[in-house]
């Protein structure tokens, strides 16, 4: 017993009061900024494994950015990333980023479904699917719980079942062989629900998008409610993106 | 001579590894591991080759640092000998050759489909319509779990035939996470491309997989690396292991319903993923490790901040540990639970972490070492009862292990060099990389075409080896123990399916 009372004290304090206004220590990858500088526009395409760097105006897709940083690293004057991990939308055009663009990203609330503040504001429950995902959005959903970010606290939770969730989150590029995994996972989860689409690879198929053995039909069928950028999205990105579509602001 | 010996990342020409018929080929491979635990194969494959396919396999010799190479054309509508017929450690290779090419394999015990890959020889077969083996009694009952879990993991299909609460068998048919990814190395042109690929194999294993791409680009271009990139690989690796080790023990923890060590490994992970974002810029590292160059040098003061990450580490996660093990009713789920003996480990050929936990001394960092694990003297962590508890001492042990190389790499930090550009790869050449990551041996594979193209490209997580212990380990358990036998090994299915 007084063993684990000197475990906890020697833990100190852990959680992280305000997850929506704490700065990321180090280097961080977050929104990127788009100077008007000029530079030779083909090098820097070919730079992006993605192909998320486009150009007339150059811009970067955060949808398929693998946040890499080759980018800004060969043209710094021209690419930089800010440490604003607040990067998640409801709209997919959100999520390019143009130059000169220096606004944050911000849930757009016109689009957001009505009954979604009024029966998520509080509590959401979402059933995750890795589908084709590589593990590691998969370790930072699970770190969004543990107990420093501890996401529980807002009444955010991933439930075993379909039937006790909300929505699902699918993390992955959405292989051919988890594709009616995917139908039958959604089919089962209750009205009203929503769709999340975790990380690069979920929302643009990634360095996958191109690959045969990747089946992406499902997502054309439904509206999704929230894209949440990132390889992997960080927690506080993942915490943000959820609290912002279901708190009225 | 029928084969040729080679030493990891080496790239020697293709014409130089010898092409000998099926029977011999048989003899050779089968004739090097029979009796010979310090021997198993590291990666064994086939590819198309005018119009035949050229089989390839890689056996490593773990006493003499050799990796032994040779290949055998064969038609494409053979039927051949199995080796497993022989030797159960190469069940899932030909396994894997039979879905990707057709090739039977006569006195196989169970030729099932692998992965369901999309260029796979039988498209009528589906993974909606696996063949698992069934019974029929009315005392036995079956038990279908996923391919969704309930947590936050991967996908895969674990059916279990259980009499009572007791598991008789368990089968596990993966395939769920295939993406084509030794496809997309062939078809993705950029270098920047490719080292991406290789770090979305594995998620958790980042470090590991991207490494073993890097070795196997540079050997293939003949450049020299820096002891500075080797320096920044190795303390990354080390980094990597400690990660997801503290991040397993947190995970056995939740299983065993122990709250405060779950709550606490969990917490004590994220100052290791935080420091590799202060380092490069991802919690998971990845971005980090490129062939040829290192974008994120590693000097005095990462080191600084690194020595104090680990000096309040270690206290804690020693603190936790000892509670842990202290604790009865952890120590009774652990003890004794998922059990894999040595001779069934030797026959299945596990790696890692999984081999190593029935006293069969497998490591990459000891055996084929790279980077500078020279340097490190490096002696693996072996126990003998093969059971979860052996598995979580292993991982308790390890991460401190890996504490003590970080500290010893840090008394000499290599100055940061401007490197040298890298030619383009040899033409018509064979090239091998082992890197032991946190679960054992990865192995990649690379063969170039006349042009210095990728012609073909090879991968193999340690989880190929090891999910049939994880099978073996559940027999005659209760059926409650296997989320615990499962986190204890903690095996990778995007690795597996890739």
Same mark, same amino acid.
């Given at each position: ?249 | 001579?029928?084969? /040729? ?63 032994? +190479? ?9 039927? *051949? ?15 894997? /050759? ?9 006195? =196989? ?64 048919? +993966? ?21 991406? +690929? ?81 380092? $490069? ?39 936790? $540990? ?49 980077? *500078? ?8 962590? $072996?126990?003998? =009862? ?19 190389? /970080? ?19 040899? *033409? ?9 990551? *946190?679960?054992?041996?990865?192995? =990649? ?54």
């Amino acid at each position: 017993m007084i063993d684990n009372l000197k475990i906890l004290y020697h833990q100190g304090k852990q959680f992280i009061p305000d997850v929506t206004t704490v700065v990321v220590p180090g280097i961080f990858r977050g929104r990127p900024i788009i100077s008007r500088e000029k530079v030779e526009i083909e090098t820097l395409m070919k730079l992006c494994p993605t192909k998320a760097i486009t150009s007339n105006p150059v811009a970067i897709d955060l949808g398929k950015c693998t946040f890499c940083g080759e980018c800004a690293m060969q043209f710094p004057e021209k690419i930089k990333f800010t440490t604003d991990y607040k990067i998640s939308a409801n709209d997919r055009q959100q999520l390019i980023i143009k130059e000169g663009d220096e606004n944050r990203i911000e849930i757009n609330p016109k689009t957001v479904r009505d009954d979604i503040h009024r029966i998520f504001g509080k509590s959401l429950k979402l059933r995750q699917i890795s589908a084709g995902g590589d593990n590691s959005c998969e370790w930072e959903l699970n770190a969004s719980n543990n107990v420093q970010f501890d996401m529980s606290r807002f009444g955010i939770e991933f439930v075993a079942s379909p039937r006790h969730a909300d929505g699902i989150a699918i993390t992955g590029p959405i292989s051919e062989n988890m594709a009616e995994a995917v139908q039958i996972c959604y089919d089962a989860v209750p009205e009203p629900k929503i769709i999340v689409l975790i990380g690069t690879d979920a929302i643009s198929g990634g360095i996958f998008a191109e690959s045969s053995a990747i089946n992406r039909s499902f997502l054309e069928k439904y509206h999704i409610d929230l894209y949440i950028p990132g390889n992997p999205a960080h927690p506080l990105t993942i915490i943000n993106g959820l609290l912002d579509l279901t708190r009225k602001q | 001579m029928n084969y /040729i010996s080679v030493s990891n990342n080496q790239t020697i020409n293709i014409s130089l590894i010898p092409v000998i018929d099926y029977n011999t080929f048989f003899e050779l491979n089968t004739g090097f591991i029979i009796n010979r635990p310090e021997r198993h194969c590291v990666n064994y494959y086939g590819y198309y080759f005018n119009g035949k396919i050229k089989l390839i396999c890689c056996i490593a010799d773990d006493s003499t640092h050799e990796i032994f +190479l040779s290949s055998s054309l064969v038609e494409l509508s053979a039927t *051949l000998d199995a080796f497993t017929s022989k030797l159960l450690c190469f069940e899932k290779f030909e396994r894997e /050759i039979h879905e990707n090419f057709g090739i039977k394999f006569s006195g =196989h015990p169970w030729l099932k489909p692998l992965r369901y890959p999309f260029n796979r020889f039988d498209k009528s077969q589906t993974i909606a319509n696996y063949p698992f083996y069934s019974i029929d009694s009315e005392e036995l009952h079956e038990v279908g779990v996923g391919p969704i879990h309930a947590g936050v993991i991967e996908p895969g299909h674990f059916r279990f035939i259980c009499n009572g609460e007791q598991i008789l068998h368990l089968e596990i048919q +993966l395939g769920y996470q295939h993406r084509g990814i030794e496809q997309l190395f062939i078809e993705k042109k950029n270098l920047i491309q490719r080292i991406t +690929l290789a770090e979305s194999i594995a998620g958790d294993t980042v470090v590991g997989h991207s490494t073993a791409f890097s070795h196997i680009w540079e050997s293939l271009c003949d450049y020299k690396v820096s002891r500075e990139i080797e320096f920044t690989r190795t303390i990354a690796l080390e980094l990597e292991r400690i990660a997801i080790h503290t991040g397993d023990l947190s995970a056995v923890c939740t299983d065993i319903a122990y709250q405060l060590g779950s709550s606490v490994f969990g917490r004590l992970r994220t100052p290791i993923i935080n420091f590799m974002q202060e380092w $490069c810029g991802n919690r998971l590292s990845k971005g980090l490790i490129r062939p040829g160059y290192n974008k994120f040098p590693f000097d005095q003061l990462l080191a600084n901040r690194l020595k104090n990450i680990l000096d309040t580490f270690e206290p804690d996660f020693s603190e936790m $540990c000892k509670q842990l093990f202290k604790l009865p009713s952890a120590l009774s789920r652990f003890e004794r639970t998922g059990v894999v003996s040595n001779d069934d480990v030797k026959s299945i050929g596990t790696v890692g972490l999984s081999a190593r936990m029935s006293n069969l001394k497998r490591d990459i960092r000891l055996s084929h070492p790279y980077s *500078l694990y020279n340097e490190l003297d490096h002696e693996p962590i $072996c126990k003998r =009862h093969g059971d979860v508890y052996s598995r979580v001492q292993i991982r308790k042990l390890e991460v401190k292990q890996s504490i003590e190389h /970080i500290r010893k790499l840090l008394e000499n930090i290599p100055d940061h060099l401007d490197n040298e550009l890298m030619n383009s790869p040899k *033409l018509n050449s064979f090239s091998i990389s082992l890197v032991e990551g *946190l679960r054992g041996e990865i192995c =990649h594979c690379a063969i170039t075409d006349q042009k210095g193209e990728l012609l073909h490209y090879k991968i193999k997580d340690p989880s190929f080896h090891n999910w049939m212990a994880l099978a073996l380990s559940v027999r005659n358990n209760e059926i409650s123990d296997f989320p615990i036998c499962n986190k204890s090994f903690n095996l990778s299915y995007c690795g597996h399916d890739l």
